[in-house]
């Protein structure tokens, strides 16, 4: 079993940056691919990135290609997404999720694990 734990969310203004983290706990952390996912009030949850355990191959919705970074940190089992340019329409709760196969999946289906959610808000 895995619990993950998300942070860095909060208020910002639209061009800002913020740094989510995910911090893992227990089975191995390169057992997993990871993902990040978002939803906003009223909407489904959409694929944000991931990143494939294997070889750190990262994927992007085209919604965040070129302003979003997802990364990992082995040695603390943690993973990151920096977001950069913040838009009023980037405004969900983030959630960091695992996929025990080597998918880099955008479906969230494929994710067995999910952390509780991270709010960010950007204003306008």
């Known amino acids: 079993q895995v619990q993950l734990v998300e942070s860095g969310g909060g208020l910002v203004q639209t061009g800002d940056s913020l740094r989510l983290t995910c911090a893992v706990f227990g089975r191995t952390f390169n057992d997993y691919s990871w993902g990040w996912f978002r939803q906003a009030p009223g909407k489904e949850r959409e694929f944000v990135a991931a990143?494939?355990?294997?070889?750190?191959?990262?994927f992007y919705s085209d919604f965040v290609q070129g302003r979003f970074t997802i990364s990992r940190n082995i040695a603390k089992t943690t993973v990151f997404l920096q977001m950069n340019s913040l838009k009023p329409e980037d405004t969900a709760v983030y959630y960091c999720?695992?996929?025990?196969?080597?998918?880099?999946?955008?479906?969230?289906?494929?994710?067995?694990?999910w952390g509780q959610g991270t709010q960010v808000t950007v204003s306008s």
């Open positions: 999720a695992a996929d025990l196969f080597d998918h880099g999946s955008s479906d969230y289906r494929d994710y067995e694990h």
């Open positions: 990143i494939r355990r294997s070889d750190d191959t990262t």
